[in-house]
Protein backbone atom coordinates (compact mmCIF):
# COMPACT_ATOMS: atom_id res chain seq x y z
CA UNK A 1 0.00 0.00 0.00
CA UNK A 2 1.06 3.67 -0.69
CA UNK A 3 0.77 6.50 1.90
CA UNK A 4 0.78 10.00 0.96
CA UNK A 5 2.41 12.66 3.25
CA UNK A 6 2.24 15.78 3.42
CA UNK A 7 5.23 18.55 3.24
CA UNK A 8 4.30 22.31 3.86
CA UNK A 9 6.44 25.83 4.24
CA UNK A 10 4.34 26.20 7.67
CA UNK A 11 4.45 22.91 9.62
CA UNK A 12 7.18 21.56 11.06
CA UNK A 13 6.97 18.14 8.94
CA UNK A 14 8.84 16.51 11.35
CA UNK A 15 6.88 13.16 10.97
CA UNK A 16 6.80 13.57 7.33
CA UNK A 17 10.62 13.33 7.09
CA UNK A 18 11.21 11.02 9.86
CA UNK A 19 9.27 8.80 7.98
CA UNK A 20 10.86 9.00 4.73
CA UNK A 21 14.47 8.82 6.80
CA UNK A 22 13.73 5.87 8.43
CA UNK A 23 12.27 4.13 5.02
CA UNK A 24 15.17 5.05 3.06
CA UNK A 25 17.36 3.81 6.01
CA UNK A 26 15.75 0.30 6.17
CA UNK A 27 16.10 0.17 2.13
CA UNK A 28 13.01 1.06 0.55
CA UNK A 29 12.20 3.36 -2.07
CA UNK A 30 10.05 7.24 -1.59
CA UNK A 31 9.08 9.61 -3.91
CA UNK A 32 9.90 13.34 -3.19
CA UNK A 33 9.36 16.42 -5.03
CA UNK A 34 12.61 18.13 -6.26
CA UNK A 35 12.41 21.87 -8.20
CA UNK A 36 12.21 19.61 -11.58
CA UNK A 37 10.02 16.81 -11.60
CA UNK A 38 9.23 14.42 -9.05
CA UNK A 39 12.20 11.42 -7.91
CA UNK A 40 11.76 7.86 -6.85
CA UNK A 41 14.71 7.65 -4.56
CA UNK A 42 16.93 4.99 -2.45
CA UNK A 43 20.07 4.94 -0.51
CA UNK A 44 22.53 5.11 -3.49
CA UNK A 45 25.22 2.97 -1.90
CA UNK A 46 22.82 0.31 -1.58
CA UNK A 47 22.12 -2.13 -4.37
CA UNK A 48 19.35 -4.00 -3.36
CA UNK A 49 17.24 -1.10 -2.08
CA UNK A 50 18.57 1.05 -6.02
CA UNK A 51 16.97 -2.65 -7.67
CA UNK A 52 13.82 -1.80 -5.92
CA UNK A 53 13.25 1.61 -8.31
CA UNK A 54 14.24 -0.08 -11.74
CA UNK A 55 11.11 -2.77 -10.37
CA UNK A 56 8.36 -0.19 -9.51
CA UNK A 57 9.39 1.84 -12.07
CA UNK A 58 9.90 -0.88 -15.05
CA UNK A 59 12.57 0.48 -16.15
CA UNK A 60 15.35 -0.87 -18.09
CA UNK A 61 18.50 -1.75 -15.74
CA UNK A 62 21.25 -0.63 -18.84
CA UNK A 63 20.05 3.15 -17.89
CA UNK A 64 21.67 4.71 -15.25
CA UNK A 65 20.31 6.33 -12.15
CA UNK A 66 21.49 9.76 -10.86
CA UNK A 67 23.23 10.85 -7.76
CA UNK A 68 21.29 13.67 -5.37
CA UNK A 69 23.93 14.91 -2.41
CA UNK A 70 22.35 17.71 -0.14
CA UNK A 71 25.72 19.57 -0.08
CA UNK A 72 28.47 20.18 -2.19
CA UNK A 73 31.31 19.05 -0.31
CA UNK A 74 30.06 15.86 -0.30
CA UNK A 75 31.38 15.48 -3.70
CA UNK A 76 34.39 14.39 -3.53
CA UNK A 77 32.80 11.15 -1.85
CA UNK A 78 31.96 9.91 -5.08
CA UNK A 79 33.90 11.49 -7.89
CA UNK A 80 37.32 9.85 -8.65
CA UNK A 81 38.77 13.77 -9.89
CA UNK A 82 36.51 16.57 -10.25
CA UNK A 83 37.42 18.64 -13.62
CA UNK A 84 38.05 22.56 -13.13
CA UNK A 85 35.19 23.11 -15.47
CA UNK A 86 32.64 21.24 -13.40
CA UNK A 87 33.67 22.81 -9.99
CA UNK A 88 32.63 26.28 -11.90
CA UNK A 89 29.40 24.89 -12.76
CA UNK A 90 28.70 23.74 -9.81
CA UNK A 91 29.39 27.15 -7.72
CA UNK A 92 27.54 28.89 -10.28
CA UNK A 93 24.08 26.28 -10.70
CA UNK A 94 24.01 24.38 -7.23
CA UNK A 95 22.21 23.84 -5.62
CA UNK A 96 19.86 23.42 -9.03
CA UNK A 97 18.75 21.84 -12.09
CA UNK A 98 21.89 20.57 -13.70
CA UNK A 99 23.36 17.34 -13.65
CA UNK A 100 26.75 16.84 -14.08
CA UNK A 101 28.42 13.30 -15.60
CA UNK A 102 31.83 13.13 -14.16
CA UNK A 103 34.14 9.85 -13.60
CA UNK A 104 33.13 7.97 -10.63
CA UNK A 105 35.29 6.27 -7.65
CA UNK A 106 35.18 2.73 -7.95
CA UNK A 107 33.09 0.65 -5.48
CA UNK A 108 31.38 3.29 -3.59
CA UNK A 109 28.32 3.41 -5.42
CA UNK A 110 25.43 0.55 -5.88
CA UNK A 111 26.64 -1.04 -9.17
CA UNK A 112 23.26 -0.70 -10.01
CA UNK A 113 23.22 2.81 -10.05
CA UNK A 114 25.60 3.41 -12.54
CA UNK A 115 24.46 0.68 -14.63
CA UNK A 116 28.23 -0.63 -15.39
CA UNK A 117 29.52 2.63 -16.76
CA UNK A 118 32.24 4.44 -15.28
CA UNK A 119 30.89 7.45 -14.86
CA UNK A 120 28.16 9.20 -12.58
CA UNK A 121 25.45 11.87 -12.94
CA UNK A 122 25.50 13.71 -9.56
CA UNK A 123 23.35 16.53 -8.48
CA UNK A 124 22.35 18.63 -5.68
CA UNK A 125 18.58 19.60 -5.94
CA UNK A 126 17.63 23.43 -4.95
CA UNK A 127 14.20 22.40 -3.88
CA UNK A 128 13.43 22.39 0.04
CA UNK A 129 12.16 19.63 0.63
CA UNK A 130 14.58 17.87 -1.45
CA UNK A 131 17.06 19.49 0.41
CA UNK A 132 15.96 18.46 4.25
CA UNK A 133 15.35 15.13 3.13
CA UNK A 134 19.17 14.26 1.98
CA UNK A 135 20.40 16.87 4.88
CA UNK A 136 18.43 14.89 7.45
CA UNK A 137 19.58 11.34 5.96
CA UNK A 138 23.22 12.35 5.69
CA UNK A 139 23.80 9.51 2.33
CA UNK A 140 23.58 10.28 -1.51
CA UNK A 141 20.03 9.58 -3.04
CA UNK A 142 19.87 7.83 -6.56
CA UNK A 143 16.88 8.93 -8.15
CA UNK A 144 15.40 8.55 -11.34
CA UNK A 145 11.61 10.48 -12.27
CA UNK A 146 8.93 9.11 -10.50
CA UNK A 147 7.02 7.88 -13.29
CA UNK A 148 6.09 4.66 -14.69
CA UNK A 149 9.01 3.91 -17.58
CA UNK A 150 7.69 5.56 -21.23
CA UNK A 151 5.25 7.86 -19.01
CA UNK A 152 6.00 11.41 -18.83
CA UNK A 153 7.44 12.56 -15.64
CA UNK A 154 5.45 13.09 -12.58
CA UNK A 155 5.02 17.46 -11.75
CA UNK A 156 3.02 16.38 -9.17
CA UNK A 157 2.27 13.81 -6.31
CA UNK A 158 -1.18 12.56 -7.77
CA UNK A 159 1.38 11.89 -11.29
CA UNK A 160 2.77 9.55 -9.00
CA UNK A 161 0.25 8.07 -7.35
CA UNK A 162 -1.56 7.07 -10.50
CA UNK A 163 2.00 5.15 -12.13
CA UNK A 164 3.41 3.78 -8.57
CA UNK A 165 0.38 3.08 -5.89
CA UNK A 166 0.86 -0.24 -4.57
CA UNK A 167 4.22 -0.14 -5.85
CA UNK A 168 6.07 1.80 -3.34
CA UNK A 169 5.24 2.30 0.57
CA UNK A 170 5.67 6.39 0.56
CA UNK A 171 5.40 9.75 -1.20
CA UNK A 172 6.23 12.83 -0.01
CA UNK A 173 3.89 15.40 -1.67
CA UNK A 174 5.65 18.91 -1.49
CA UNK A 175 3.31 20.21 -4.14
CA UNK A 176 3.72 21.65 -7.72
CA UNK A 177 7.26 21.44 -8.56
CA UNK A 178 8.82 24.24 -10.26
CA UNK A 179 10.70 23.73 -13.35
CA UNK A 180 8.17 21.10 -14.52
CA UNK A 181 11.14 19.41 -16.99
CA UNK A 182 14.19 17.36 -15.69
CA UNK A 183 17.12 18.41 -15.23
CA UNK A 184 19.73 19.06 -18.13
CA UNK A 185 22.57 16.44 -18.04
CA UNK A 186 25.82 17.96 -19.24
CA UNK A 187 28.73 15.62 -19.70
CA UNK A 188 32.26 16.97 -18.47
CA UNK A 189 34.30 13.66 -19.49
CA UNK A 190 34.53 15.29 -22.97
CA UNK A 191 36.39 18.67 -24.35
CA UNK A 192 34.07 20.44 -25.08
CA UNK A 193 31.34 18.98 -22.31
CA UNK A 194 28.18 17.85 -24.45
CA UNK A 195 24.49 18.21 -23.13
CA UNK A 196 23.29 14.91 -23.22
CA UNK A 197 19.91 16.05 -21.85
CA UNK A 198 18.39 20.02 -22.20
CA UNK A 199 16.99 20.92 -19.25
CA UNK A 200 16.42 23.90 -16.78
CA UNK A 201 20.17 25.10 -17.36
CA UNK A 202 20.34 26.15 -20.89
CA UNK A 203 23.24 26.08 -23.28
CA UNK A 204 23.66 29.79 -23.11
CA UNK A 205 24.15 29.77 -19.43
CA UNK A 206 26.47 27.14 -19.15
CA UNK A 207 28.83 29.06 -21.80
CA UNK A 208 28.12 32.22 -19.78
CA UNK A 209 30.27 30.27 -17.14
CA UNK A 210 32.72 27.47 -19.00
CA UNK A 211 32.95 28.82 -22.39
CA UNK A 212 31.90 26.58 -25.36
CA UNK A 213 29.64 23.56 -25.02
CA UNK A 214 27.86 21.01 -27.57
CA UNK A 215 24.11 20.40 -27.58
CA UNK A 216 23.05 17.74 -30.43
CA UNK A 217 20.13 18.45 -32.31
CA UNK A 218 17.28 15.61 -32.65
CA UNK A 219 18.60 14.61 -36.00
CA UNK A 220 22.26 14.21 -34.82
CA UNK A 221 21.24 12.17 -31.55
CA UNK A 222 19.21 10.05 -34.56
CA UNK A 223 22.29 9.39 -36.18
CA UNK A 224 24.41 8.70 -32.91
CA UNK A 225 23.56 4.45 -32.78
CA UNK A 226 25.07 4.48 -29.35
CA UNK A 227 23.04 7.05 -27.36
CA UNK A 228 25.40 8.99 -24.65
CA UNK A 229 22.71 8.56 -22.21
CA UNK A 230 21.37 5.47 -22.51
CA UNK A 231 18.19 6.36 -21.45
CA UNK A 232 17.75 8.82 -24.48
CA UNK A 233 17.04 5.80 -26.79
CA UNK A 234 13.88 4.58 -24.77
CA UNK A 235 10.60 5.33 -25.82
CA UNK A 236 9.72 8.61 -23.30
CA UNK A 237 6.79 10.77 -22.61
CA UNK A 238 4.18 8.88 -24.57
CA UNK A 239 0.77 9.45 -24.11
CA UNK A 240 -1.72 7.37 -25.17
CA UNK A 241 -2.64 9.00 -28.42
CA UNK A 242 -0.29 9.44 -31.19
CA UNK A 243 1.91 12.79 -31.37
CA UNK A 244 2.34 14.78 -34.25
CA UNK A 245 4.48 18.03 -34.35
CA UNK A 246 2.84 20.70 -36.20
CA UNK A 247 4.62 24.39 -37.29
CA UNK A 248 3.80 26.73 -34.60
CA UNK A 249 1.38 28.98 -36.86
CA UNK A 250 -1.97 29.24 -36.03
CA UNK A 251 -3.40 29.06 -40.37
CA UNK A 252 -1.60 26.29 -40.48
CA UNK A 253 -2.89 24.40 -36.72
CA UNK A 254 -6.72 25.48 -37.93
CA UNK A 255 -6.09 23.51 -41.37
CA UNK A 256 -5.00 20.92 -39.28
CA UNK A 257 -7.53 20.82 -37.13
CA UNK A 258 -10.47 20.96 -39.58
CA UNK A 259 -8.99 18.25 -41.70
CA UNK A 260 -9.07 15.69 -38.89
CA UNK A 261 -12.01 16.65 -37.73
CA UNK A 262 -13.75 16.36 -41.30
CA UNK A 263 -11.75 12.27 -40.81
CA UNK A 264 -13.79 12.38 -37.77
CA UNK A 265 -11.22 12.21 -35.48
CA UNK A 266 -11.24 14.05 -31.90
CA UNK A 267 -8.24 16.05 -31.71
CA UNK A 268 -6.00 17.71 -28.65
CA UNK A 269 -3.98 20.62 -29.16
CA UNK A 270 -0.92 21.30 -26.99
CA UNK A 271 0.33 24.76 -27.60
CA UNK A 272 1.03 28.11 -26.04
CA UNK A 273 -1.59 29.81 -24.26
CA UNK A 274 -2.67 32.17 -27.76
CA UNK A 275 -3.86 28.99 -29.61
CA UNK A 276 -6.61 28.55 -27.42
CA UNK A 277 -9.32 30.33 -30.04
CA UNK A 278 -8.71 27.67 -32.19
CA UNK A 279 -11.23 25.02 -32.49
CA UNK A 280 -9.53 21.77 -30.81
CA UNK A 281 -11.61 19.26 -28.98
CA UNK A 282 -9.26 19.53 -26.08
CA UNK A 283 -6.34 22.30 -25.38
CA UNK A 284 -3.64 21.66 -23.04
CA UNK A 285 -1.52 24.95 -22.97
CA UNK A 286 2.38 23.90 -22.09
CA UNK A 287 3.51 27.09 -20.64
CA UNK A 288 5.97 29.35 -22.04
CA UNK A 289 8.86 27.41 -19.86
CA UNK A 290 6.90 24.32 -20.88
CA UNK A 291 6.59 23.86 -17.27
CA UNK A 292 2.74 22.45 -17.34
CA UNK A 293 3.76 20.09 -20.32
CA UNK A 294 3.86 17.03 -18.79
CA UNK A 295 1.17 17.89 -16.95
CA UNK A 296 -0.85 18.12 -20.45
CA UNK A 297 0.48 14.92 -21.63
CA UNK A 298 -0.92 13.40 -18.39
CA UNK A 299 -4.34 15.00 -19.49
CA UNK A 300 -4.81 13.75 -23.14
CA UNK A 301 -4.71 10.36 -21.36
CA UNK A 302 -8.11 11.30 -19.59
CA UNK A 303 -9.78 12.56 -23.25
CA UNK A 304 -10.83 10.18 -25.79
CA UNK A 305 -8.69 12.59 -28.22
CA UNK A 306 -7.87 10.12 -30.85
CA UNK A 307 -4.65 12.25 -32.26
CA UNK A 308 -2.87 14.92 -30.03
CA UNK A 309 -1.21 17.69 -31.84
CA UNK A 310 1.85 19.61 -30.26
CA UNK A 311 3.14 23.15 -31.35
CA UNK A 312 7.00 23.10 -32.56
CA UNK A 313 8.76 25.56 -30.41
CA UNK A 314 12.28 27.59 -30.55
CA UNK A 315 15.39 25.78 -29.72
CA UNK A 316 16.62 28.95 -28.22
CA UNK A 317 17.05 29.00 -24.22
CA UNK A 318 14.47 26.62 -22.86
CA UNK A 319 12.65 26.14 -25.61
CA UNK A 320 15.56 23.30 -26.39
CA UNK A 321 14.55 21.37 -23.72
CA UNK A 322 10.81 21.45 -24.38
CA UNK A 323 11.10 20.39 -28.24
CA UNK A 324 13.44 18.05 -27.03
CA UNK A 325 10.51 16.27 -24.82
CA UNK A 326 7.91 16.71 -27.79
CA UNK A 327 10.28 15.08 -30.01
CA UNK A 328 10.39 12.12 -28.41
CA UNK A 329 6.63 12.41 -26.96
CA UNK A 330 6.13 12.09 -30.90
CA UNK A 331 8.56 9.50 -31.69
CA UNK A 332 9.81 12.23 -34.53
CA UNK A 333 6.77 11.74 -35.96
CA UNK A 334 5.65 15.47 -38.23
CA UNK A 335 1.55 15.90 -39.23
CA UNK A 336 1.47 15.62 -43.10
CA UNK A 337 -1.55 17.25 -44.89
O1 LIG B 1 15.52 16.44 -12.89
C1 LIG B 1 15.97 15.29 -12.87
O2 LIG B 1 17.09 15.01 -13.34
C2 LIG B 1 15.12 14.19 -12.21
C3 LIG B 1 15.02 14.52 -10.72
C4 LIG B 1 14.30 13.44 -9.97
O3 LIG B 1 16.30 14.74 -10.20
N1 LIG B 1 15.70 12.91 -12.45
C5 LIG B 1 15.68 12.32 -13.68
O4 LIG B 1 16.26 11.06 -13.73
O5 LIG B 1 15.18 12.82 -14.65
P1 LIG B 1 16.05 10.05 -14.93
O6 LIG B 1 16.65 8.77 -14.46
O7 LIG B 1 14.63 10.02 -15.30
O8 LIG B 1 16.94 10.61 -16.09
C6 LIG B 1 18.35 10.52 -16.01
C7 LIG B 1 18.98 10.66 -17.38
C8 LIG B 1 18.73 9.43 -18.23
O9 LIG B 1 18.53 9.84 -19.58
C9 LIG B 1 20.04 8.66 -18.08
O10 LIG B 1 20.28 7.82 -19.18
C10 LIG B 1 21.06 9.77 -17.98
O11 LIG B 1 20.40 10.78 -17.24
N2 LIG B 1 22.26 9.35 -17.23
C11 LIG B 1 22.34 9.01 -15.93
N3 LIG B 1 23.61 8.64 -15.61
C12 LIG B 1 24.33 8.75 -16.73
C13 LIG B 1 25.71 8.51 -17.08
N4 LIG B 1 26.59 8.07 -16.19
N5 LIG B 1 26.09 8.74 -18.35
C14 LIG B 1 25.20 9.19 -19.27
N6 LIG B 1 23.90 9.42 -19.01
C15 LIG B 1 23.46 9.22 -17.77
MG1 LIG C 1 12.86 9.82 -16.37
Redesign the pocket.
Known amino acids: ETVRVLVDSDGDNEESYSQAVDLLNNGEVVAFP?E?????GAVATNDLAVKKIFEAKG?PSD????V?IGTIEEITNYIEEIPENARKLMDAFWPG?L?I?MK?KKDVLAPSV??G?S???M?M?SHGVALQLLRRLKKPVA????NRSGKP?PTKAIHVEEDLRGRIPLIVDGGVTGIG???T?L?VTVNPPVI??P?GVTKEMLEGVIGQVIQPNHEQQKLDSTP?????KYTHYAPNAPVYLIESNKDVVEKALLKLKNEGNKVALLAPDQFKELKADYFFPFGEEGDKLYDALRACDKTDAAIILATETTTEGVGAAIMNRLQKAAGGKWFNF
Do not use: Q
Open positions: TTVYGLRNPLIHPTIATALTVGRPAPSASLESVDLRGKAPGM
